[in-house]
């Protein structure tokens, strides 16, 4: 069973009336300053390709995903962050460090109690898209990203060297989607369920 | 909060290679780390006589004052295509390279 995604760009000089529109005409959440690579709002659940009316408004960079595995600290979860990261694995890449990787990334909440809620998915669709995986985590807090995530040993000092030009082993490609929004209620609950 | 991160750098090079590493190290990258917020501490060679028939392997040490720091390294090395040039550079010249990160006083993790 897959789910549906979308990063949602405006477009540039978008009408604010039309923005608006498109606001209150979906579940948008909108992304916090310090999101990086992934426009201006996640639409979680989106059920069409493209939502249709809005293509003068934004741009709908839609993946498609199948769960690898995920766990929920918390089904009840109420806030406040959801991130997520998309990322493209290089084709070269042989498989056995990507499975490597994958382990990696589903490890980090055993090191980070901060991580409430989170899900790994492989990218399945469309044809075309430019993403391999998506990481998405939820967090009661914004410091439980910024602090206990960003900052933890196991990230900068293991996880990191799949994505570090620096490091023999990367095989992350350097442009990301990394974008967090505040939310009052858990996505992950209802794709893990 | 973790304090001082050492960044440990073992380049295994290939016999004869090794002023040719040292030069390229000193040339092509020193200048840019330092820019980066690294600074070299150390540098070693071992075996401690530069072999002929069979790899020696250059250590350098380096350190990044904390966290943030480091992430401001990365960064600045993420977004300059010139690092990334450079390694594969040196790469070329050597059998192995590693990498590693490590902390004198890591902070005991809660877990689960």
């Known amino acids: 069973m897959s789910r549906k995604l979308a990063l949602v760009t405006l477009v540039e000089g978008a009408d604010p009336d039309r923005v608006f529109e498109l606001e209150t005409a979906v579940a948008l959440g909108k992304h916090l300053p310090g999101t990086v690579g992934g426009g201006h709002y996640t639409w979680d659940g989106i059920d069409d390709p493209v939502p249709s009316g809005f293509e003068d408004v934004a741009h709908f960079d839609l993946v498609e995903l199948e769960l690898i595995d995920g766990s929920l600290g918390d089904s009840g979860f109420t806030g406040e962050i959801k991130r997520t990261l998309l990322l493209q694995v290089q084709t070269d890449a042989h498989s056995d460090s990507v499975a490597a990787f994958e382990q ?17 998915s492989r990218v399945v669709g469309p044809a075309g898209a430019r993403w391999t995986h998506c990481w998405e985590q939820e967090y009661y807090t914004l410091d439980g990203l910024k602090v206990d995530y960003m ?27 990394h974008v967090y929004h505040a939310t009052d209620r858990s996505v992950l609950a209802a794709a893990l369920g | 909060m973790v304090g001082k991160i ?14 040719a590493v040292r030069q390229l190290m000193s040339e092509g990258y020193v200048e840019g780390a330092v820019e980066r917020g690294m600074t070299l501490e ?3 060679l071992t075996p401690p006589v530069e072999l002929y028939d069979q790899p020696n392997t250059l ?17 600045a090395a993420g977004r300059d295509p010139s690092v990334g040039e450079f390694w594969a550079e040196m790469d070329a010249l050597c059998v192995e390279r590693q990498r590693r990160f490590l902390l004198d006083d890591p902070p005991i993790e809660e877990g689960r």
């Open chain 1, 104 to 120: 990696d990334l589903m490890a980090m909440p055993d090191h980070i109690p901060a991580i409430v809620n989170w899900a790994l």
């Open chain 1, 151 to 177: 900052m933890s040993p196991h990230h900068w000092g293991l996880i990191d060297g799949w994505f570090d030009p620096e490091m023999p082993q990367q095989i992350v490609d350097l442009e990301l989607a």
């Open chain 2, 6 to 19: 050492h960044i440990l750098d073992e380049l295994t090079v290939e016999p004869g290679n090794l002023a």
């Open chain 2, 42 to 44: 150390q540098t070693w």
């Open chain 2, 59 to 75: 250590v350098y040490l380096w350190s990044v004052p904390d966290a943030a720091t480091w992430w401001a390294m990365r960064g």
